[in-house]
């Protein structure tokens, strides 16, 4: 045995030596598996690289399992998590609730959770340090360069858009901070941060190429389409002195809220010369924007919002089945399904949202109305067919263990009961039903946009993109500049772009002032359905109140005195005509507090930085 070890130990100091003979050749290996930042900032492809952290840390994950529907008059999520103590305006500096709620790599809140400050922080420092290194790289392709500015420039203004629509004016860091630094630092006044994010997108045209050379990236017309959002947001009433008094009296800090002067028409017309400025470049159009007699104006919306790009889109985030492995981080398909297909029911649409959406030849629906209510989704307005799915509508074909009990493949959110008024059977996509009871959603509606019915989303996740920014809501801010500039006869021109697209008739000629303001929030409300403009709308808007309260949905019973062996007939048909009527939706009880038109800057943070002021109500 001691013979062995001798033998090991000459081959150990034998090796030993060799190494210490190579030891300059060791030392100067490259790290395996990544990459120093010497080696990242002398290749334009590894800064590309970094470039691309970029854009996730700033669009996120629109697809999670929440979204930000849930937190709007959109939608409710089923599982709770603690959003419904968000929509009670109970979050504070020490928590935002289901906003941020991490539960490790399958985060369920990715949408929201990069929307908080230090995330936000994060990815400015990302461009801080991009900037503080690009004009030193030595490059044969200077064109590459100077894109991966106009991108880096597009995503620090992004970043820095939603730190102000979430908090207001913040400090405005143009530095990456070492460790020996001065974090201290003050917030900007919420003017100086508009103007600060204008600029980095003027920076970014400057910059930019006409067209993305991969798909999803940022070129020049999405920085213009961009800022037409950014500068409509700032001219709105929550940053107008003259209307946003309720919010800001009793602050000693209005600056970082809003405007403290200058002229709100101008701001207006910012607004609506940088609308118009995308418009006027001839790039984009409606998808499919006059629709024939014969066309199914639903199909065309279903076509739109599951293709993989049309000449309306300006901005996807793209996502392909492989993207986030986790149980949590990308399949829309299977988390907003209904459970009687074994999806998960979450993300439901809530009746306010549904009630909104009109009468085929334009007139209000109206539960008073006997017609209405006897048959409530007969001769609505398309895009409630492309987004919405309800009772007895015909879905993709249920799987295998599901289509023995529905062979006919239709939305099932009833309950059959008998003459005395006792249940006797529950539709497969209800909580009562056979199949994942747990995962019934509670409203008595599920989400159809976005999803792809040709998979079956148990197995395979879609490849559908996010539609970021689309023309048809470039139209619609502009619309919304030309109203609040009395500039009626062109907005109303507008908007009926969006209506004739729809199917619906066009809005009245002399229609002004409150009258047609409400006319286009509601049209607004309606195109831009669960593409994540409902949450900002309704604070830029100061239209809380009239948002957060409690929710309802439709209950759907048949009610018979036969037998009663399935959900329905034999021959398909339903025991009886289906009665409708609106019910609460249990535990979806919101509250509105003024506090909540701005968030907290969170306790630690304040702690670390003294010169920041905390947002009122808090």
């Known amino acids: ?84 103590n968000f929509n009670k305006s109970l979050m504070t500096s020490d928590g935002l609730l289901g ?50 500015k106009g991108e880096a420039y597009f995503l620090r203004a992004w970043t820095y858009f939603y730190l102000t629509n979430l908090y207001g004016g913040v400090p405005i860091i143009t530095k990456a901070y070492g460790l020996n630094d001065n974090f201290e630092v003050a917030r900007n006044t ?27 990236r940022a070129y020049k017309a999405a920085a213009m389409a961009f800022k037409s959002r950014v500068l409509l947001y700032a001219a709105s009433d929550l940053h107008n002195p003259q209307k946003n008094n309720s919010i800001v009296s009793g602050f000693s800090n209005p600056a970082l809220l ?3 002067g200058g002229d709100a028409n101008a701001r207006w017309t910012a607004a609506k010369n940088a609308a118009k400025a995308v418009i006027d470049l001839a790039k984009f159009d409606l998808y499919k924007k006059s629709p024939a007699a014969g066309d199914s104006v639903a199909q065309n919306f279903v076509e739109l919002f599951t293709s993989k790009g049309t000449e309306e889109d300006i901005l996807l985030q793209f996502f392909s089945p492989k993207t986030d492995e986790s149980w949590s981080g990308y399949n829309p398909a299977l988390y907003c399904g209904p459970n009687g ?37 007969a001769n609505r307005d398309s895009r409630l067919y492309a987004t919405i799915l309800y009772e007895g509508v015909q879905w993709r074909v249920r799987p295998p263990d599901a289509l023995k009990i529905d062979p006919f493949s239709k939305i099932q959110v009833g309950h059959v009961y008998d003459t005395n008024g006792k249940m006797i059977k529950a539709g497969l996509d209800t909580r009562e039903g056979p199949i994942e009871d747990w995962n019934g959603g509670k409203t008595g509606y599920y989400l159809r946009k976005w999803v792809d019915p040709t998979i079956d989303p148990q197995y395979v996740k879609q490849d559908v993109p996010f539609k970021h920014m689309r023309y048809g809501e470039i139209l619609l801010n502009y619309a919304e500049a030309c109203i609040e500039l009395g500039e009626n ?29 409400k006319a286009y929030r509601h049209e607004r ?9 409902r949450f900002w709308d309704v604070r830029r808007w100061i239209t809380g109140p009239d948002a957060y309260h409690q929710t309802h949905g439709v209950d759907v019973r048949y009610v018979t005195s036969e ?7 034999a021959d398909g048909s339903t025991w009886g005509a289906p009665i409708f009527s609106v019910k609460e939706t249990p535990g979806d009880a919101r509250a509105w507090n003024n506090k909540m038109y701005f968030f907290p800057l969170m306790r630690d943070e304040l702690n670390k930085n003294t010169k920041l002021i905390q947002n009122p109500g808090y």
């Open 1 to 84: 045995m001691r013979k062995k070890l001798n033998i090991l130990m000459i081959f150990f100091i034998i090796a030993l030596g060799f190494s210490c003979e190579n030891k300059d050749e060791f030392l100067n290996k490259e790290p395996l598996g990544d990459y120093s930042e010497t080696a990242v900032w002398s290749d334009p492809n590894l800064i590309e690289t970094f470039v691309n952290s970029m854009y996730r840390n700033a669009l996120g994950f629109p697809f999670a399992i929440e979204r930000l529907s849930d937190y709007s008059d959109e939608s409710f999520f089923t599982p709770d998590w603690d959003v419904t």
């Open 99 to 148: 906003w941020s709620v991490d539960w490790g790599n399958g985060d369920p809140t990715a949408h929201t959770l990069h929307y908080r400050w230090a995330p936000l922080y994060s990815n400015v420092r990302r461009a801080n340090i991009f900037f503080s290194k690009i004009n030193s790289v030595k490059s044969d392709d200077q064109a590459k360069v100077d894109r991966l």
């Open 190 to 216: 919420y003017e100086e941060c508009i103007n600060y994010v204008v600029g980095q997108i003027d920076s970014a045209v400057m910059f930019l190429p006409e067209s993305a050379p991969v798909k999803g």
């Open 258 to 260: 809003g405007y403290q």
């Open 341 to 377: 297909y074994h999806n998960w029911g979450n993300n439901t649409p809530i009746g306010e949202l549904v009630d909104d959406y009109e009468m085929k030849d334009g007139s209000a629906f109206d539960w008073n109305n006997a017609t209405h209510k006897a048959n409530p989704y």
């Open 489 to 517: 006869a062109e907005a109303i021109k507008y908007i009926n772009m969006i209506r004739k697209r729809a199917g619906q008739p066009d809005l009245a000629a002399g229609l002004n002032g409150e009258a047609l303001r």
């Open 525 to 533: 409300r309606i195109e831009l359905a669960f593409e994540d403009h």
């Open 563 to 569: 037998n009663v062996a399935a959900y329905r007939k």
